[in-house]
């Protein structure tokens, strides 16, 4: 038996059976490398679904996260705290948004935004608002509220009802819908700029020029998901830089801690009113610890031009693969993505193909079935990428 099949023969006997697990058991990590319990070693093009994207097991976060493990870890939000001022200082320098509101992930981040747009509506607008119109093929997360506002049927809805109220899904891309959902009750729109969960597939421009007209027009709120985009993924600091859009609140996640539990909601200085002391609040949000290993992510992110190399490494691959399709127009349906956000689909059902790459050594995501889903570290290098493509071309080769 190796160690992994002990472990699993252990996990089966004491861990919820919620996750369709990869068989893989993952021992450690560093930088784009992730060895397993017995030994393989593996190209990390997924980092942890977007959350490590400045690499694993870096020193010079594990030199901050050890020093301030000893100074303070975790005290309430009872107290202000250095750590966390200082963090949210760093993140609003990155975006048009005035205030932040720590939490411990994405799905949490969306819970609080969701709050504030009701609750703005209610009492600094005075309008009984609180439907949250959302996009089908969206994904916002796994609370009642946030699988209530993910735009999919499924495992993810079966089973759960009743369902919190107030919230409504139209066709991705079609304006008229979401200009015929609207109402008096309507108190935001809330999108991702690049669905990610739903196969990586970013938004029209011209379709969010007219989501944000619809916003002004109604004087509802604009809410954009960008857990997953976010944080210099796609080639800028959030993927709402792209379309020109300053959206009255959006949330982060993932990434922000580069892999300690963090999440964010920020909002402008108007919207942020609607919530007052009492409101809303969590026990660990914005802790110490978390905050200032944030505020180092931050720093990285700013000093070594992070969203400039996904940018270029995005390009980089996104035409590589463009000229595997040109060689196997029958087996590629489209290479899509932004940045380091990335999706080859396929035409046929891909768990073959994803399997081979996982036993050559390639640790990735497949969605639908047949969606490629990468999303590498942002700091790895070209030359993982390029192994990736002429593995992947060489399979389809076949
Ligand atoms: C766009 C988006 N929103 C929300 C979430 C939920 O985040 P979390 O799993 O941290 O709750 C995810 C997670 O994949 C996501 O991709």
Redesign the pocket.
């Known amino acids: 038996m190796t160690k992994y099949d002990t472990l699993v023969a252990k996990e089966q006997k004491s861990i919820c059976n919620t996750y369709g697990r990869y068989p893989v058991s993952v021992a450690r990590a560093k930088g784009s490398r992730l060895w397993d319990i017995d030994g393989k070693e593996y190209i990390d093009l997924l980092s942890g679904?977007?959350v490590v994207n400045i690499g694993h097991c870096r020193e010079d976060l594990v030199e901050v996260m050890t020093e301030q493990a000893r100074k303070l870890v975790q005290v309430s939000n009872l107290f202000y705290q250095e750590e966390q001022v200082e963090c949210a200082e760093k993140l609003l320098t990155t975006c048009g948004a005035d205030r932040v509101f720590f939490c411990n992930?994405?799905?949490?981040a969306?819970e609080a935004a969701i709050k504030l747009a009701r609750r703005y509506m209610r009492t600094i607008k005075e309008r009984d608002a609180y439907e949250i119109i959302t996009l089908e093929g969206s994904?916002?997360?796994?609370t009642l509220a946030?699988l209530t506002a993910t735009g999919q049927a499924g495992p993810i809805k079966d089973g759960f009802a009743p369902l919190p109220e107030g919230f409504k899904y139209v066709p991705t891309g079609d304006i008229e819908a979401l200009k015929a959902a609207i109402t008096d009750k309507t108190a935001a729109i809330m999108i991702?700029m690049v669905q990610?969960?739903g196969g990586i597939k970013p938004l029209p421009a011209e379709y969010v020029k007219a989501i944000e007209n619809l916003v002004a027009e109604n004087d509802i709120l604009l809410i954009v998901?960008e857990?997953?985009?976010g944080l210099c993924r796609t080639g800028k600091w959030w993927a709402h830089q792209h379309y020109g859009v300053t959206p009255h609140i959006f949330?982060s996640?993932?990434a922000l801690a580069n892999g300690l539990p963090m999440?964010a909601m920020l909002a402008t200085e108007a919207i942020a009113k609607g919530f007052t002391p009492g409101s809303h609040a969590t026990t660990f949000g914005g802790g110490a610890l978390v905050a200032k290993v944030s505020s180092k992510v931050l720093d990285i992110m700013t000093e070594e031009k992070i969203a400039d190399r996904a940018a270029e490494m995005g390009d980089f691959f996104i035409t590589e693969a463009l000229k595997i399709q040109k060689k196997f127009p029958e087996k590629i349906n489209s290479v899509r993505g932004l940045g380091l956000m990335l999706g080859v689909e396929l035409s046929f059902d891909g768990s073959e193909v994803f399997t081979q790459l996982r036993d050559k050594g390639f640790i990735l995501n497949l969605t639908k079935g047949k969606i490629l889903r990468l999303l590498p570290a942002l700091t790895i290098d070209k030359k993982d990428l390029e192994t990736f493509l002429k593995t992947l071309e060489e399979l389809l080769s076949i």
């Open positions: 679904i977007s992930s994405g799905a949490e969306n994904f916002h997360g796994r946030t991702e990610g969960e998901d857990v997953q985009s949330t996640a993932k999440g």
